[in-house]
């Protein structure tokens, strides 16, 4: 049988309940227990797919095609596991299924009510993935902040559980700020005993307390938080800032707080956790050998949660690569034909980003362009990569009206298309060529020495596609089609053999990079940023060179 742990939020958001959560299941997983972590969202929508990524971030896709909540990435990335559409569960999706079911007749004339219908399929939910045997801990975390109406009856349905499952089957972790009041250089614990009994009106009993605190908390402040929020001393874990995310399971681990879960849930037989790897992850990762800096040009850069998979699948490579990668966020809508080379001048790679609509698209074009000319490592990933086949169609080709429907639907040169299965789609949400697809990749190809293999499998959330029509004239011009789909023949990868690093793909790497497996794609496009950095750095001494490249 599966054992529970929930993980609710107090005082107010962003405290980082999903690292709390990760770095928690990280810990019980290095011990060797099978864990896996799943997300309540508060809100109506019935999953993230529709929303906008100002409002949400970034929109992380499952290998069964799931569109979920950003945390369920920091779950992949720490625990080296896939998650899966029953990982995220939103609001919407429940009284969606209570109401299919209702309309179906399945409540037999009964008024549906929130309690119990709403909380039953809420526990329902809770539940399922602890029922097969493939896990011994399943990690619930509850999104919004303890108090919010809208979180109510998820809180309530933990007290059922409570009440239902053996004791020591369950388990409630609360995440909290400890203000630190400089003026009265005071720690202030009132918040924390605040949420915590709002908590505990609703019937449910925090058995941890993971206090996220900008100054260490002493003894004192420890012993009052336990005492006023009735948790056994040893029970409140210090969470201070953490210089990146991948420290935090190593902080918990110094607070013991996978001790306190074990022994709390009275689970023997374990050992120390086996973080080696992760160590030396972290080691590289602080100490880097060398710098580079890559622009990422996309349209949401305001928001650093709009590419959070990008920036994390970054760390990885760049760790993989002793150095550190320094990503600057460039605005598409302000980089023109003028201004591209002062822009981008100063970069050692660039990465076009994933994107929906026409907004800033030109940007792109002009970016790439100049990427392709001046030799600068590129990257392009989905409606970037579709990007790079516009301007190689104009700029190379001579298509001169090049362009995909998405932006120009009546354009007569559609070298992007409307992928065919997607004509007939009228509903937004959940529609668009989602989750893991085959590759076939070409042998000699850049492709091929990246990924070294001829087979790949990766995950797509996109409804245009390379206009196979053009592929002849493409290849003929010099890009070669280095991936394509093994049964539909759609074009997946897509390279310039004649330039130092230049690959686009119709998939999203960077939502399999993880902490133990970096994305090869990530590793090697740093790599030559590295390479890139180095000749310029050393043409930049030897003015021999630099009179060369003039
Ligand atoms: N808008 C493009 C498409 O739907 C690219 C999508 C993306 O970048 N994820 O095909």
Redesign the pocket.
Known sequence: MAKYIFVTGGVTSSLGKGIIAASLAKLLQARGLRVTIQKFDPYINVDPGTLNPYEHGECFVTEDGAETDLDLGHYERFLNIFTSQANNVTTGRIYQTVINKEREGAYLGKTVQVIPHITDEIKRRMLLLGQKGEYDIIISEIGGTVGDIESLPYIEAIRQLQWELPEEDLLVVHLTLIPYLKAAKELKTKPTQHSVKMLSENGVFPDVIVCRTEEPLNADIKRKIAQFCNVKIEGVIEAPDASTIYEVPLLMMNEKLDQIVLKQMQITGYGEPELEKWKAFLNKLKYPKTKITIGLIGKYVELQDAYKSILESFVHAGAMNECKVQVMPIHSEFIMEDNVAEKLGNLDGLLVA???GHRGIEGKIAAVRYARQTGLPFFG???GM?MAVIEYGRTVIGIKGAHST?MDPDTTDAVVNMMEEQKAVTTKGGT?RLGVYPCDIKEGTLAHRIYGATSINERH????EFNNAFLEQYEAAGMVASGKNPETGLVEIIELPDHPFFIGCQY?PELKSTVENPHPLFVHFVAAAKEFNDNRSSAAKNPLLQSEMI
């Not at 959330?461 to 245009?464: A, I, W």
Request: charged share 20%; proline share 7%.
């Open positions: 994933p994107g929906f990933i989905c409606l579709q998405e668009m959330r996109h409804r245009y999203h």
